[in-house]
């Protein structure tokens, strides 16, 4: 796909998610890490405006001198920025405004992609389309958060559940004992954080084909796996108690039986559908239960050709680190992974809130180890010998 074409098709899928808001919703901020709709609407036009436009456009006029401030992220070498927490405090400008916004700064983008710019401009382009479907996925799950805390429990629409997937395939498949090259070798788009390719040496073992369900889950609820401190990391014992955390993010226990917040609303969990919305400290709780481990992320990479993934952000093992050789970019775009290497755990294979060609089996997802308003889900070693 031309490179217009495809700025075309991802700035409108934004638009599309968006469509399916009523205006009340634009706006409503419930948790701080979930930023309103508007600001994601403004926040990926910003990329554009700030990378492309103002610095290779001649005589370039600014939409609104404000928005920079506004909606900017987290990019020091940009400016002074609202605060995460309070993007919710903004309900000037109007989402009308944020999508004229929107406008202009595509018709500007377009006229300046006919101009023949650079490859060095087109792949800051492509950053900034991969940037704004990162965007779409967080839309989605932050727009869940929202609506998942309504007491009303709102459908969002009645076909976009997102958790009634099931596993299609079982068993486990074995890696052998050896040394494999790790990290994103192709010629297309990849983030910084995935290059820097290094070999590992890797024990043998088996790893499930399958995500642990809501049934398997159920069982580790019933066996008292939230009431266990021998299952915890002590980070994680004090959260389910600082919390009072009994189940999965979305669960409530209604008339003796468990029910789960969709975007299609309250609905019974279907033990048989696929486990979602847990953090790092669940997941390794349940595989200690299971007696077990979850793999590290280059256990997973390298058994990634012969899995079924890409329903659930899947919990690894591994700490985000950069890879050896890993090298920041000069500027504000070196902002973009570099300097959240610390507290963080890695996340592999992509979910069904990602958008369409945005996840490769080099994908460093990464989040803190609370975290769990994505669509997160757990896979387990099986074994470590690699015996079948």
């Not at 006229?111 to 940037?131: F, K, T």
């Not at 920041?328 to 809130?353: C, D, I, T």
């Not at 490769?360 to 997802?365: A, E, F, H, M, Q």
Request: hydrophobic share 35%; glycine share 6%; charged share 20%.
């Amino acid at each position: 796909m031309k490179i217009l074409e495809k700025y075309k098709a991802i700035r409108s899928e934004t638009i599309e998610i968006c469509k399916l808001l009523q205006p009340d919703d634009y706006s409503i901020q419930v948790v701080k890490f979930a930023s309103p709709a508007k600001w994601h609407l403004a926040h990926t036009t910003w990329f554009f405006e700030t990378f492309i436009l103002k610095e290779n456009v001649a005589n370039y006029k600014e939409f609104d001198p404000n928005f920079n401030f506004l909606f900017n992220s987290y990019y020091n070498h940009v400016g002074d920025r609202v605060l995460q927490a309070n993007r919710g405090n903004l309900s000037r400008p109007s989402t009308d405004e944020v999508l004229a916004y929107r406008k202009y700064v595509d018709n500007k983008m377009l006229i300046y992609l006919q101009s023949n710019p650079p490859q060095i401009i087109l792949d800051l382009v492509i950053l900034g389309l991969n940037h704004e479907q990162q965007h779409q996925e967080l839309l989605i799950t932050d727009v869940k958060y929202m609506l998942g805390h309504n007491p009303l429990f709102p459908v969002f629409h009645a076909d976009f559940n997102l958790t009634s997937d099931f596993n299609v395939q079982f068993g486990s498949v074995k890696i052998d004992a050896g040394i494999y090259e790790i990290g994103y070798q192709g010629d297309d788009f990849c983030y910084d954080n995935e290059l820097g390719i290094h070999k590992v040496y890797i024990d043998s073992f088996k790893l499930e084909n399958h995500l642990v369900t809501n049934g398997e889950y159920m069982e580790f609820m019933d066996n008292g796996g939230y009431s266990d401190f021998n299952l915890w990391l002590d980070e994680g014992w004090t959260w389910v108690n600082e919390n009072t955390i009994n189940a999965p993010l979305y669960w409530h226990k209604i008339d003796g039986e468990w029910h789960q917040y969709t975007l299609a609303g309250l609905k019974k969990v279907d033990r048989n559908a696929l486990l979602s919305h847990v953090n790092y400290f669940e997941a390794n709780a349940f595989a200690e239960w299971k007696g077990t481990r979850l793999p590290t992320e280059f256990e997973w990479e390298v058994a990634s050709q012969k899995l079924n993934w890409g329903k659930r952000w899947e919990w690894t093992n591994s700490a985000y680190l950069p890879y050896p050789n890993f090298i920041k970019e000069n500027g504000a775009v070196g902002e973009y992974n570099g300097k959240f290497m610390v507290n963080k755990m890695v996340l592999r294979g992509a979910s069904v809130a990602t958008s369409k060609n945005h996840s490769r089996d080099t994908y460093r997802n990464f989040f803190h180890p609370s975290e769990r308003w994505q669509f997160t889900g757990i896979r387990l070693i099986k074994s470590n010998d690699g015996n079948i």
